[in-house]
């Protein structure tokens, strides 16, 4: 009877360890993929902003998720692979309408289209015209080849104090 009580004890410190791990992994970020599809090898590298293909970044510092205390970023798109990409598709979203572009363009010719050389950078300056926080998300896309493909959106903030 005794191994009965202590094979059910087992069990349930098991089921509740399970259930604690489920919730710890449920509540961390896991950094996975949404969709991954090959069709023969594959090798996958996983890196920061600063480290891969389409480097995005401003002033050598990661943009996704950061609030910038200023009235107007550059953001700087730098190609760090061995080939050229071709029709990089940059869209650019405000949650103001007090937001400007340099390189400047009008929201019919949104989204920005751009080729980047090997080792080539490219910038787009984002300015607030008014004080207060600008929500801005950058959607960016480039299908250079068949077999690569970047996607990729980051989020970030400027408050402009003034």
């Known amino acids: 009877m005794s191994d009965d009580s202590d094979l059910r004890s087992y069990t349930r410190r098991g089921a509740l360890g399970l259930m604690g791990a489920g919730g710890v992994l449920a509540a961390t970020e896991t950094l996975g993929f ?34 910038l205390n200023r009235e107007s970023v550059t953001v700087y798109f730098e190609n760090q692979s061995d080939i050229d990409l071709k029709s990089i598709v940059i869209d650019i979203t405000s949650s103001v309408d007090s937001v400007e572009y340099d390189p400047s363009f009008s929201d019919d010719s949104n989204p920005f289209n751009t080729d980047l050389s090997s080792g080539g950078k490219k910038h787009i300056k984002i300015s607030t ?3 207060g926080t600008a929500d801005i ?13 970047i996607e990729l959106s980051r989020d970030f903030h400027i408050h402009n104090s003034s």
């Open 129 to 131: 015209t008014s004080s």
């Open 137 to 149: 998300t950058l959607d960016i896309s480039s299908d250079t080849l068949p077999e690569l493909s």
């Open 34 to 67: 949404s969709n991954l599809t090959r069709d023969r090898n594959l090798n996958i590298a996983v890196t920061n902003d600063l480290n891969s293909l389409l480097k995005v970044y401003v002033e050598n510092e990661a943009i996704d998720g950061q609030t």
